[in-house]
């Protein structure tokens, strides 16, 4: 190996050619970002969203409705779900919070709410954060127990 042999890593170098050294280059002189104008500066950026001073598309589209900042998100999860979990897994007894985050249901920081479609066999206790009336209903006919968080 000599330094005449010497080469950078394969996908080390990403440029074909360095900008600024010289007019022998091809790419002297400007550097290829033209003559004068705040884009040929150093440091230049632009806002996101900036059309040159034109009433950007967010401005000027009307803007309608409302945003409840306190709003509660919950994952809803209904009944035959859980019954399927129950025959394919054989969970029994309870069944928390931390089962349905197990067997990927839902994740740790979402707030559970059962739904009441389809049907519950087992009477086993559940533990959500929320519940519907018919998923309530359908627990307890079946031998189980709704507890809320």
Do not use: C
Request: no cysteine; glycine share 16%; charged share 25%.
């Amino acid at each position: 190996m000599k330094l005449n042999n010497i080469k950078p890593a394969g996908g080390a170098t990403h440029n074909s050619k360095r900008l600024g050294r010289g007019q022998g280059s091809g790419k002297g002189g400007t550097s290829t970002k033209g003559h004068k104008g705040q884009k040929s500066r150093a440091g230049y950026s632009q806002k996101i969203g900036f059309e040159g001073g034109q009433m950007p598309l967010q401005r000027r589209l009307p803007k309608f409705g409302f945003n409840n900042v306190n709003r509660k998100e919950y994952r809803g999860i209904n009944l035959d779900t859980i019954q399927n979990l129950i025959d394919t897994k054989g969970i029994e007894g309870d069944i928390t919070k931390e089962v349905l985050v197990s067997n990927g249901l839902s994740s740790k920081n979402e707030m559970v709410k059962i739904l009441g479609r389809g049907e519950l066999k087992s009477n086993v206790s559940i533990t959500a954060d929320k519940f519907t009336k018919s998923a309530e209903e359908a627990i307890t006919k079946a031998g189980g127990k709704a507890i809320t968080l």
